[in-house]
């Protein structure tokens, strides 16, 4: 009887570890995907959030299973969620952001048969992990020229979350964008925070005391690139009846409609895009390694258009779009 019972526990345990793996995607793939989000998780109606519809999406359209979790506000315990999702047979499994680079060099040697999927760094050089980076200073010097066609004081500001590689490629092409097209225009940037202190993507207060400076100072458009900040940027803007530049989803249509009226256009990384597409290669069996980069020419990132703020100006905005796209004008990454 005894022998039974262990029996029937360990089938138990193979068929629970099977089903985590069985959620049918087309071409018969089994496909179950672990979503590690950025501190914050979802509903930040940012970055995460990006990710989070393009999950919703491979749900209902490919029939996979997916887990998500978040990490703790702090962020000590991103390894923690990489191996729970590794160890619980999640494969792929998306590492949501930067952050994840370090604890990610070393979960990934240890489950050597999942693939692991970072967004936002090209530093992590393991035959298992592979690497989503998007051209953000291209979308942001469609907005720094869309930014110095708007503004009748010829200043304008920049807030960025935290001062990394990645967001200074924000404040690198934005820059190059307005200068290009007012090469009198007068540029404030500011960081919210150092590595490794993250807080700057969710310090509102913080990003609203920053952006009314620059407004008081005669800036009248501030561009962010500080997540869940960014609200505070917003709310500065409206106070001021000035504009504001949102990003990596169009901000426009998911703020509150009392500060959706200030926002300009919003910088488009379309997370959304290249998860979905990394999805799609691993229900369809197809290699997801090495470096995955999305531009403008793969419509990775782009530029929001809703509310008609850039009615006047969008066809200069699409000329320059596409002389980057033809190689014509080469963005800066670095200030």
């Not at 207060?205 to 005669?218: C, F, L, S, T, V």
């Amino acid at each position: 009887m005894s022998r039974l019972v262990t029996l029937c526990l360990v089938l138990c345990s193979l068929a629970a570890c099977t089903a985590v793996n069985s959620a049918p995607g087309r071409n018969g793939a089994a496909v179950a995907v672990g979503v590690a989000y950025s501190r914050g998780g979802r509903g930040d109606k940012s970055f995460n959030d990006s990710v989070g519809s393009a999950v919703d999406q491979a749900k209902a359209q490919l029939g996979v299973s997916v887990k998500e979790l978040s990490p703790n506000s702090a962020g000590s315990d991103l390894e923690e969620v990489l191996r729970l999702l590794a160890e619980t047979g999640h494969n792929p499994v998306l590492a949501v952001g930067f952050f994840y680079a370090q604890p990610l060099t070393k979960i990934a040697p240890a489950f050597p048969h999942t693939q692991f999927v970072i967004i936002d760094d090209a530093t992590v050089k393991l035959p298992n992990v592979t690497n989503v980076v998007f051209r953000e200073e291209q979308a942001s010097y469609l907005v720094g020229v869309a930014a110095a066609l708007k503004s009748r004081t010829g200043r304008i500001g920049f807030i960025g979350g935290v001062q990394t590689p990645p967001q200074q490629k924000f404040l690198a092409g934005y820059a190059a964008g307005a200068r290009a097209t007012n090469p009198k225009i007068q540029l404030s940037s500011v960081f919210m925070s150092q590595p490794p202190d993250f807080s700057g993507f969710s310090a509102p207060d913080k990003a609203q005391e920053a952006a009314r400076g620059m407004y008081d100072g005669g800036a009248d458009v501030v561009y962010h690139a500080a997540g869940a900040s960014g609200i505070g940027v917003f709310q500065a803007a409206k106070a001021a009846g000035k504009w504001a530049i949102g990003v990596d989803v169009d901000q426009r249509k998911t703020v509150d409609q009392g500060l959706s009226q200030v926002i300009l256009t919003s910088a488009t990384k379309k997370l959304d895009v290249a998860v979905l597409r990394i999805i799609q290669d691993a229900v369809h069996g197809k290699a997801i390694s090495g470096l995955r980069e999305f531009g403008l020419k793969e419509d990775g990132v782009g530029y929001a258009t809703s509310g008609g703020g850039l009615t006047d100006v969008e066809p200069r905005l699409e000329e320059i779009r596409k002389k980057i796209i033809s190689g014509g004008i080469t963005v800066p990454v670095v200030p």
